[in-house]
């Protein structure tokens, strides 16, 4: 009764992984929260095809799940591949309206990690810029170039030798899209390069290797490599709360915009295309703010003594 609902999310799944290339992960993922949504469907409704799919049916499904505990991040991934099935069914012809065009699962909040404190994460640094083993030293550069530019974890990785520039103090970053940004990098972080470049041919396979660090193997390094060093460092140095590459680039921003209150610097360096995505990352109190608003605008002066 039900086979042609089945069906289409087969074809859809095949299509995903094998025309559009999609990875494995993302593949399992769609067809499980398919799966699960053709399972209400089934015990819920007793629709046989996918152009009988309704706009209310996705509406008490996604109330459903949200009343069983399904978070609103995850009810958006679900509402994704729901909708990703049905524009495949109508690119196929197979459908002429989209129920889950316009339709929103509820927003997710924005969860910030906390910011490293400055001095904390100073004294980490000059902790491992005293490292003379190999690992130390790819360590100490991954972290010092972490801190100084405010990469992504995907950026860091991808980073090949001929990206950086010394002379310059800058890194040539790919970043999301493949748009591309100059970041600098300041004079401990280049000292902490330099240092790592001295021991990183005696770790390569291939002479062809271009990646700017590498794991073991000799090979790039990959990201959860990163994330264990990371992890591994901050509880040998006591930082409070997991330490993460997300939690340095937010230090990084928080950092840079409590020093120079500088909004639009901090976006180009972190390479957002929307100033809302970097004001995610401002935690400035209102203290800070108001001194700010105080000393720059013209008639928020204040005299030392009141008119009498």
């Given amino acids: 009764m039900h086979d042609s609902l089945i069906n289409d999310i087969d074809v859809f799944l095949s299509d995903l992984r094998e025309i559009r290339q999609a990875s494995p992960h993302t593949v399992s ?5 398919l799966l699960q949504c053709l399972a209400w469907l ?26 069983n505990g399904l978070s609103p991040r995850s009810l958006q991934r679900q509402l994704a591949a729901i909708r990703a099935l049905l524009v495949y069914l109508q690119q196929e012809g197979r459908l002429t309206d989209n129920p889950a065009d316009g339709l929103k699962a509820p927003k997710a909040p924005q969860l910030l990690p906390k910011p490293v404190d400055p001095d904390q994460l100073q004294h980490l640094l000059n902790q491992l810029a005293d490292e003379s083993d190999e690992v130390g030293l790819r360590d100490s550069a991954i972290l010092e170039l972490f ?18 520039n010394f002379a310059e103090q800058q890194v040539r970053v790919m970043g999301k899209g493949g748009k591309e940004r100059l970041v600098p990098f300041g ?3 280049g000292q902490a390069l330099q240092r790592w470049l001295t021991v990183r041919q005696l770790w390569l396979k291939q002479a062809d290797e271009d990646a700017l660090f590498l794991g073991v193997r000799g090979k790039r390094i990959n990201r959860s490599s990163v994330q264990q060093i990371l992890a591994r460092i901050g509880l040998e140095q006591g ?46 109190d209102y203290q800070h703010l108001a001194q700010v608003y105080d000393n720059a605008h013209p008639r928020a002066r204040r005299t030392s003594h009141r008119r009498k």
């Fill in 187 to 189: 004079t401990k972080a």
């Fill in 239 to 284: 930082i409070n709360d997991r330490l993460h590459p997300h939690r340095l680039r937010h230090s990084f921003a928080s950092h840079l915009l409590e020093s120079s209150g500088d909004l639009r610097g901090v976006q180009e360096l972190l390479g957002h295309a929307d100033i809302s995505s970097t004001q995610i990352y401002t935690r400035l």
């Fill in 29 to 33: 993922n769609y067809q499980r929260d």
């Fill in 42 to 67: 089934r015990q819920e409704t007793d629709i046989t095809g996918w152009h009988q799919l309704k706009r209310d049916h996705l509406r008490y499904y996604l109330v459903f799940r949200h009343q």
């Fill in 147 to 164: 801190y100084a530019c405010g990469l992504r974890l995907a950026e860091l990785v991808a980073l090949n030798l001929t990206q950086v």
